[in-house]
């Protein structure tokens, strides 16, 4: 079975512009969660999505967002990019009926913003 | 809220020789504790994981961590390192499940370096 996906796998961008990465789940998982690994902040929970729907949010700002489409993959936004925002971002999914614990995570995209 | 505090930001450890990495956690309910390891340039992988029962838990790769309800604490060892165990770790605290919250709250990692 495959693992998680994520694309693209290295990005570089400009302050003010937005920016789209990708997470395919493994074949059957239904729910998706974003994290933001940084240097000084360590991983940080950004959201998750269970069926389309976001089911828990963490502390980030608004610049942030998701969505979840039919097939289980998932899309995460950030507007307005920062230099604060260059992170590897990583998703994770869980299989149907898993808690936490079950989360299997992807290999990361690295954001840098300049 | 959950909280977890890794007391060591660096180890070096000799091959073949025993290490811990500390971890402590700060919670007001029954929490489920994790271990997760990641190699550079991947992702997170599961080390090993506290649900309930028994307060000793084995791993994967050799590792086991033994939970400490009184002490809070949730340290991570392996009695030989091999240079391959050259890696950060992170410990990670959840919310029961039946909380409802899928979401992991973790530690700021221990960076693992293995010495010939």
């Known amino acids: 079975k495959a693992g998680v996906t994520q694309t693209p796998r290295y990005l570089i961008k400009t302050r003010g512009q937005q920016v789209t990465l990708s997470c395919s789940p493994i074949s059957g998982h239904r729910s998706v969660s974003w994290y933001q690994q940084t240097p000084g902040q360590g991983l940080q929970f950004l959201f998750e999505y269970f069926s389309e729907t976001q089911r828990n949010k963490g502390n980030f700002p608004g610049r942030f967002s998701g969505r979840q489409f039919s097939n289980s993959r998932s899309e995460m936004n950030v507007s307005t990019l920062e230099l604060g925002d260059s992170a590897l971002y990583l998703c994770a999914s869980t299989p149907l009926g898993g808690s936490s614990y079950e989360q299997y995570f992807g290999p990361g995209t690295r954001l840098t913003v300049t | 809220a959950q909280s977890v505090t890794q007391l060591d930001s660096q180890v070096p450890v000799f091959e073949e020789a025993p290490v811990e990495l500390r971890c402590n956690y700060s919670?007001?309910?029954?929490?489920?504790l994790f271990w997760y390891v990641q190699y550079p340039n991947q992702g997170l992988q599961l080390l090993l994981k506290?649900?309930?029962?028994?307060?000793l838990v084995k791993g994967i790769n050799g590792f086991e961590a033994e939970f400490n309800k009184s002490q809070t604490s949730f340290h991570l060892r392996k009695p030989s390192v091999h240079i391959s165990d050259t890696a950060e770790y992170f410990c990670a605290v959840s919310d029961p499940p039946e909380t409802g919250a899928n979401n992991l709250f973790f530690g700021t990692g221990t960076r693992l370096t293995v010495i010939p």
């Open positions: 919670s007001s309910v029954s929490v489920y």
């Open positions: 506290y649900l309930s029962g028994s307060t």
